[in-house]
C-alpha cells in the first residue's frame, strides 16, 4: 500500500504540473502495484483521475486560467464519446484494452516530447468542427482505455483551439474530470451487472494521496521549466510502455 500511495502522489503530481498523464500512470499503479483485475484497474482509474483533476482545477479556476467556451466545445463530445467507448469495451477482452493501452502511452510520449516542448504556438484561428470532433475521438478512447486523455487534450487546445499553453493545462483538467466522471459511471453499471465490485478503500486511498501530490505538483512548477518536465515524463511514458508490454501483453 505504501508502493500505491507513492504512486498516488505522483499522478496527482503530474496532473498539476502538465494538465495530462495521470491516468496513464493510474492504470499501471493498479494493475501491478495493487493487484486489480485489468477491468476494475481501468474503471477505478477513471474515478481517480476525475476526481483529482476536478479538485485541481478549482486553484485554476481561481485564478482564470480556464477557458470556458474550449471546455464544452471539447468536453461535451467527450463525454459522448467516453460513454461510447466504455460500451464498446465490452466487446473486447482486457488483453484488447491494455494493447491499446501501451500504444497511447508511446503516442502520450511522442507528443509530450515534441508538440508541448514550445512547439505549439497558441493564436491560430479556432476550428470548431476539428475541436469537437476531437473531443468525441479522444472521449472513446477514454472510455476504451481508462486514461483521461489529456495527453491528447493540451496539445488540441493549443494548436486547434488556438489557447497558451498555461490556459490549456487548467481547460484540460475540467475536461478530463467530465469524460472521467461519464466513463465511470458507464463502467460501474457494466461491471456490477457483472458481479465485479469496487475496492473503495484504495480509491480513496489513490484519490487522497493523489490529492496531496497535486499541492506539490503546483508550488513545483512554479520553480521547474515544464519543457524539461515534459520531456522527462516522455521518457517514463516508453519505459512504462515496454514494462506493460512484456508484463500483460506477451
Same mark, same amino acid.
Request: hydrophobic share 55%.
Given at each position: ?5 507513492? *504512486? ?21 499503479? /493498479?494493475?501491478?502495484? $495493487? *493487484?486489480?483485475?485489468? +477491468? ?7 474515478? @481517480? ?65 515534441? #508538440?508541448?516542448? *514550445?512547439?505549439? =504556438?497558441?493564436?491560430? =484561428?479556432?476550428?470548431?468542427? =476539428?475541436?469537437?470532433?476531437? *473531443? ?10 481508462? &486514461?483521461?486523455? !489529456?495527453? /491528447? ?8 483551439? !488556438?489557447? +497558451?499553453?498555461? /490556459? ?10 467530465? #469524460? ?31 490529492? &496531496? ?21 516522455? &521518457? ?9 508490454? @512484456?508484463?500483460?501483453? $506477451?
Amino acid at each position: 500500500m505504501i508502493q500505491a500511495i507513492i *504512486g498516488a502522489l505522483l499522478i496527482g503530481l503530474v496532473l498539476s504540473m502538465l494538465g495530462s498523464g495521470g491516468s496513464i500512470l493510474t492504470v499501471p499503479v /493498479l494493475l501491478y502495484l $495493487i *493487484g486489480m483485475q485489468p +477491468e476494475l484497474a481501468i474503471a477505478s482509474s477513471l474515478c @481517480i483521475v476525475g476526481a483529482i483533476s476536478v479538485v485541481s482545477s478549482i486553484g485554476f479556476i481561481k485564478q482564470k486560467k480556464v477557458s470556458w467556451p474550449h471546455v464544452f466545445l471539447f468536453g461535451l463530445p467527450g463525454m459522448a464519446g467516453t460513454y461510447i467507448g466504455a460500451w464498446a469495451s465490452t466487446f473486447f477482452n482486457s488483453d484488447i484494452q491494455l494493447k491499446v493501452f501501451v500504444v497511447l502511452m508511446l503516442v502520450g510520449a511522442v507528443m509530450m516530447w515534441r #508538440n508541448q516542448s *514550445g512547439r505549439c =504556438k497558441a493564436g491560430t =484561428k479556432l476550428n470548431i468542427v =476539428k475541436i469537437l470532433t476531437q *473531443g468525441l475521438a479522444v472521449g472513446v478512447v477514454t472510455g476504451f482505455v481508462g &486514461v483521461g486523455g !489529456g495527453f /491528447l487534450i493540451v496539445p488540441a487546445l493549443v494548436l486547434l483551439g !488556438g489557447i +497558451e499553453m498555461w /490556459l490549456a493545462i487548467g481547460t484540460s483538467l475540467l475536461i478530463i474530470s467530465m #469524460n472521467s466522471l461519464i466513463g465511470f459511471v458507464k463502467y460501474y453499471s457494466l461491471l456490477s451487472d457483472k458481479g465485479l465490485q469496487f475496492d473503495w478503500s484504495v480509491i480513496g486511498i489513490m484519490i487522497a494521496g493523489g490529492l &496531496v501530490g497535486s499541492m506539490a505538483g503546483q508550488w513545483v512548477s512554479q520553480y521547474v521549466p515544464k519543457a524539461i518536465l515534459q520531456k522527462v515524463f516522455a &521518457v517514463f511514458l516508453v519505459l512504462m510502455a515496454i514494462f506493460i508490454f @512484456i508484463k500483460s501483453v $506477451i
